[in-house]
């Protein structure tokens, strides 16, 4: 008797063909050979037409400005054909709220310089 239990493959493995039914929609389904006249085929300009990242970065520039007032620089995408702002780092309320509280902060030091000229 032999004490080796190894399970060893014979051959290779035979490949199970599936056929599967057709379904009753391509049963019934009618014939779509069409005359040249009808059919539809791709345009001589697709390579013009399709959606090119460099095409659409043209649509948009980039800006940058200082915003004096709430001392900060301000990054804005800007569309080219309606030069309406797209995007805006930061916003207009944060602008203001940073221009307040700059005109606040200037303010108390001025009083604070005139009163220690008094002094």
Known sequence: MS??????????PAAASVIKPLPD????????DLPPSQTATASDNA????????????????DIQIDRAAATIVY??????TGLVI????????LRARAYYRQIEDGKMQTKAKLDQRA
């Open 76 to 81: 804005r995408i800007v569309d080219n054909r």
């Open 3 to 12: 004490t080796d239990f190894s399970v060893k493959p014979v051959g290779a």
């Open 25 to 32: 929609a391509v049963k019934d389904a009618v014939s779509t």
């Open 47 to 62: 390579s013009a037409m399709h959606n090119d990242a460099q095409n659409a970065n043209d649509r948009f520039a980039r």
């Open 87 to 94: 995007r805006q780092y930061p916003d207009e309320a944060r």
